[in-house]
């Protein structure tokens, strides 16, 4: 192990630097005890870091699984899980509807496991919930790993800690794991490949960056381009601190990695695409059944320029009015503009952005402290510029892109964490000198004041929150600057700069989850935008009953009903797991089911009531022709920005006793449970 010592931030305490191979393990208790124990700390950590991880991975399971078997979970994804869960076919393609007439306009591996957490445990919204608790909790283990690595044996626990500790009580990745969204399996797949990119760097491992380079491809099934965002930082730390003395040998290395993700990230697409399109689901989102438009173009370049919504068409009349009106689960966040402080303030800084200062002075401290060391391998500034990048390269995509969901930025998050634990482990296990607790108490108020303002941009902010906070600011403050500092106190003013830094988004977490929020909403907005977040939670008794009435007069095997859209088709799917058919998939603008199979449905009686608007009209031929050869049997309240209508096609002797009910969920009706929401346009 080489050592150089530093007369800068660390008192002339050495610094280890990597070696060039792997160092011998340490010899421990047998295998079998320490699965038995597995609180205790493996050898070469401290005894106190493995329950420390432990609690703080507790906390987050319980912070992210707190009232899930009533989470307001995401209806289209939850829907095509419930589809998926119930049959193999439908599994395999993604498909949206149990019939499997148009697919998710998403990759679908993040539903994969929803779908087997179904198929385990039954329709349950808890178990549609659980495979993103499970995720969230490994995430916060991996993370502590990842970054124990590069910070070196000595200051890697207490680092790794204060970036788990971090990715934990960070609001929008506890809103995060209390949904259905896909985004926590790519985070977790990320981590994971940075992870292996870590213990790449420390050993020289040409498979570990090998495995780096198959957990993005895996990544990419989660959530397509996003997962690919993540590579330049992966490579860039690769490329600068690998063991390998050639520049060219690296560069083979990296390229090898990354033709492993392209294989693996193209894998599932290559194959639909050699299925027969009538042995599958169409691919919603292409005009052409294509998987690689549906993923490259609609869920790509068109999220950056905005028309991601043209793809196939224009989109339907129902979806643009709903836009119009706020009637979305994004509609907090749907209006704000690509600029260069998107993420700075607002909403989305409210949801990741309270620790930033931190990682802002960690990546600075921990460059200019490592300037004089001249050997590349350097683990600390591997470690910046890896998860430096990783931040930088989101953070600009995420700014320039015309779409961005609230809870697109939780990527942000282990980024963060993880340079707050460098920055840690670059202030030295010794004794602090001045400039080192100088600069970590300016860092403290640097935190708390950007927490005050970005608590006064949102729509309520308790001042006793403030208040609490501002006192543990001080209170941390003064540790860090007596004048004397003896031995061992390093650790007590770490302790209050750590807490006061992590209290006001911790308690902001708790706030979120006490009015069980979700990954759509924001912390501390208004009591409107939670209301419509959360009406299909309300309405899910009600939704239940008049679902059961609906099959109670459809015979087995025929579709209970069809509708304009898969948004409103998705609640009925959700709670029922019966064929909804959704005309022109999740914007109403593909061709499935095409006019011809429509009617062929209709005269054979496999579908005989719909769902259709008639306020907005729609101009769709389909719906056109359902509106004029059937009977239209009631219409919903008028004045509603969005006006439905039930339309019977068949005899008088088959009309059903009972209607759905046909006002949009955002809307406040009387019996809010029946009610088919518009879809929000989620990521």
């Not at 500790?165 to 790519?186: I, M």
């Not at 704000?336 to 002075?361: E, N, Q, Y």
């Not at 609640?571 to 019966?578: D, E, F, M």
């Not at 306020?615 to 009631?634: A, I, K, N, Q, Y």
């Amino acid at each position: 192990m080489n050592e150089l010592y530093l007369p800068y931030w660390t008192g002339g305490a050495s610094v280890a630097l990597m070696p060039e191979t792997a160092p011998a393990p340490a010899a421990g208790a047998p295998g079998w005890r320490r699965f038995l124990t597995p609180w205790r700390s493996p050898a070469g950590q401290p005894a106190w870091a493995r329950p420390a991880l432990l609690a703080i991975a507790a906390v987050a399971a319980v912070g992210y699984s707190w009232g899930m078997a009533g989470a307001s979970v995401e209806p289209f994804y939850g829907a095509a899980a419930r589809s998926m869960s119930e049959s193999w076919h439908d599994f395999i393609f993604g498909a949206f509807d149990p019939a499997g007439t148009v697919t998710v306009d998403k990759l679908p591996g993040a539903l994969w496991l929803q779908a087997l957490s179904l198929r385990l445990f039954g329709f349950h919204i808890w178990a549609l919930v659980l495979p993103q608790v499970a995720e969230g909790v490994l995430t916060v283990l991996v993370l502590y790993r990842a970054v124990r690595r590069l910070a070196g044996p000595t200051a890697g626990p207490a680092a790794g800690l204060t970036a788990a500790a971090v990715l934990a009580v960070t609001p929008v990745t506890v809103l995060l794991g209390r949904g259905n969204v896909s985004d926590s399996l790519l985070i977790l797949l990320l981590v994971l490949a940075a992870d292996a990119t870590s213990a790449a760097l420390v050993t020289g491992s040409l498979p570990q960056l090998l495995l780096a380079g198959a957990w993005v491809g895996l990544a990419f099934q989660a959530k397509m381009v996003q997962a690919w965002l993540a590579l330049p930082a992966l490579a860039a730390a690769y490329l600068l601190a690998a063991p390998a003395a050639r520049l060219r040998t690296r560069c083979a290395h990296v390229a090898l990695a990354g033709l492993v993700t392209v294989v693996i990230s193209l894998a599932w697409m290559t194959a639909v695409s050699l299925v027969p399109s009538q042995d599958r689901p169409y691919v919603d989102g292409s005009p052409n059944d294509s998987v690689y438009t549906q993923v490259f173009d609609y869920n790509g370049l068109g999220r950056l320029n905005g028309n991601w919504a043209d793809t196939a068409g224009p989109p339907a009349p129902l979806l643009v009015a709903a836009v119009e009106n706020g009637q979305l689960l994004n509609a907090e966040t749907f209006g704000i503009k690509p600029t260069w402080h998107r993420l700075l303030s607002g909403p989305f800084a409210a949801d990741s952005g309270w620790l930033l200062p931190a990682a802002l002075v960690s990546a600075l401290g921990v460059l200019i402290a490592r300037r004089r060391i001249r050997d590349r391998r350097d683990p600390l500034r591997a470690a910046v510029v890896l998860w430096g990048g990783w931040w930088l390269v989101l953070a600009v995509f995420f700014s320039a892109g015309t779409y961005l969901n609230a809870y697109y930025v939780a990527a942000l998050v282990p980024a963060v964490a993880a340079l707050c634990g460098a920055g840690l482990a670059a202030c030295g296990p010794r004794p602090w000198p001045a400039r080192v607790r100088l600069t970590v108490a300016a860092t403290v108020l640097g935190c708390v004041g950007y927490g005050a303002y970005l608590m006064s941009g949102t729509a309520f902010a308790p001042l006793e929150l403030t208040v609490v906070m501002l006192v543990a600011a001080a209170a941390a403050v003064g540790q860090l600057l007596l004048a004397a500092v003896r031995k061992g106190e390093y650790r007590t003013g770490a302790c209050f700069a750590v807490t006061a830094a992590l209290l006001l988004p911790a308690a902001v977490s708790v706030s979120c989850v006490s009015r069980g929020l979700g990954p759509f909403d924001t912390p501390f907005e208004s009591a409107k935008t939670a209301r419509v977040n959360q009406a299909l939670a309300a309405a899910a008794p009600n939704l239940t009953r008049a679902v059961q009435r609906l099959e109670a007069g459809t015979p087995p095997g025929d579709a209970l009903l069809g509708t304009d859209t898969s948004g409103l088709a998705q609640n009925y799917i959700l709670y029922s797991g019966r064929e909804v058919l959704p005309i022109g998939g999740f914007l109403g603008n593909v061709p499935a089911p095409t006019l011809s199979t429509l009617r062929s449905d209709i005269s054979s009686g496999y579908v005989r009531l719909f769902i259709l608007p008639v306020s907005p009209p729609s101009p769709d031929p389909r719906v056109r022709w359902v509106e004029s050869h059937c009977t239209e049997l009631s219409r919903s309240a008028t004045g509603q920005p969005i006006q439905l209508a039930p339309f019977f096609c068949g005899t008088a002797a088959s009309q059903p006793v009972t209607q759905p009910v046909t006002q949009p969920a955002a809307q406040p009706v009387t019996e809010p449970a029946a009610q088919p929401a518009p879809p929000s346009p989620a990521g």
